[in-house]
């Protein structure tokens, strides 16, 4: 017996970022599978699929913001669900991965939670993963299969170059950043600059900023980061920069959590702009005449229609997600 096999893609959305799921439908030109999600009385999530999905190339797009473990085993149950109904291929698309920058031990017994996300993400029966601009790229090697770590680079880039075009210096806000800028400042053909950042560790999300390498007078300064949670570490950089005689401070990151007290500090703050993407949905930030939301939707899109023809994703960014800039590079260079 012989029979024509015909390939099927189907976008499935978690509760967390529906809004950027249907936009990544709409590029793909597809409707959202139908799914329900709930919870019980209990606070324990139930998850159905109201169609087939026998054979399908199913992608499941969460994004893992708050609250974070419930996202997480709502993605993970999806993933459990359709490896049941007999899915082809499950693809987890994580626009923000979350217990990213839980990626190593710092200090002595602490878990890797990155890994362990990883682990769960494989032993639910996820075939593959896509994520946009992890806090550590090495965070790809945790997951025992085919890893597509995107950037949204092109996009915050472009935007950047349109209204910020002359006298730009791109700004790390420390040492490890300091590859990631360097991106920056090479597509915007700009200079860069690294600040000295140190963190404590006996409070979370604690941070002081003393020291900076390179020329910012009179410069608008583009400080890039991957993330932007409580907005310490960026409106602290923010005040030195404008100390060392910056003429206008702006702001860039993939992913805006802007935590806690993070929308007062930067509305307060002599920032002029922060541009981040919608890989976490926007709340009342949006509202911030200071915070410029881009869509990743066009990314992700892309890059699932490749995922799903078995084309090339480094085609779509040219390497970029794919090339990495060592820190100590860039440091020599502002000797």
């Known amino acids: 017996m012989q029979i024509a096999v015909k390939k099927r893609a189907m976008v499935f959305s978690g509760t967390s970022n529906s809004e950027l799921a249907q936009e990544i439908a709409v590029d793909l030109g597809m409707r959202l599978g139908e799914v329900e999600i709930s919870r019980f009385a209990s606070g324990e999530v139930y998850v159905r699929f109201h169609e087939s999905v026998r054979g399908t190339d199913a992608f499941i797009v969460q ?33 923000f991965f979350g217990y990213s920058r839980q990626d190593r031990k710092s200090l002595a017994r602490e878990p890797i939670s990155a890994r362990m996300v990883m682990d769960l993400l494989s032993a639910a029966g996820a075939d593959r993963v896509l994520t946009v601009d992890l806090h550590s790229g090495q965070t790809q090697g945790f997951f025992n299969g085919p890893v597509d770590h995107l950037t ?52 979370r999300n604690v941070t002081s900023t003393a020291g900076l390498i390179g020329d910012v007078r009179g410069k608008i300064c583009l400080v890039v980061d991957d993330m932007i949670d409580t907005a310490g570490t960026l409106c602290g950089g923010v005040v030195e920069l404008m100390n060392q005689g910056a003429k206008e401070v702006i702001a860039v990151a993939t992913h805006g959590i802007f935590s806690g007290e993070a929308m007062n500090r930067i509305e307060d703050s002599p920032l002029k702009e922060v541009i981040v993407t919608n890989s976490l949905p926007a709340g009342k930030e949006a509202e911030s005449e200071k915070i410029t939301v881009l869509s990743i939707a066009p990314i992700l899109a892309s890059t699932i229609k490749a995922v799903f023809e078995d084309e090339s994703v480094s085609e779509i960014f040219q390497g970029e997600h794919l090339e990495a800039i060592p820190p100590e590079r860039v440091l020599g260079g502002l000797d």
Request: proline content about 6%; hydrophobic content about 50%; glycine content about 2%.
């Open 63 to 95: 994004s893992h913001c708050h609250p974070v473990n419930e996202m997480i085993m709502e993605q993970l149950l999806m993933i459990d669900a359709l490896k049941r109904a007999s899915a082809k291929r499950i693809n987890a698309v994580i626009p």
């Open 152 to 203: 949204a680079l092109p996009i915050l880039s472009k935007y950047v170059e349109l209204h910020y075009p002359d006298n730009l210096v791109v700004v790390a806000p420390d040492a490890g950043r300091a590859g990631h800028a360097a991106k920056f400042a090479r597509h915007l053909h700009a200079d860069i600059a690294v600040m000295n950042k140190s963190r404590r560790v006996d409070v």
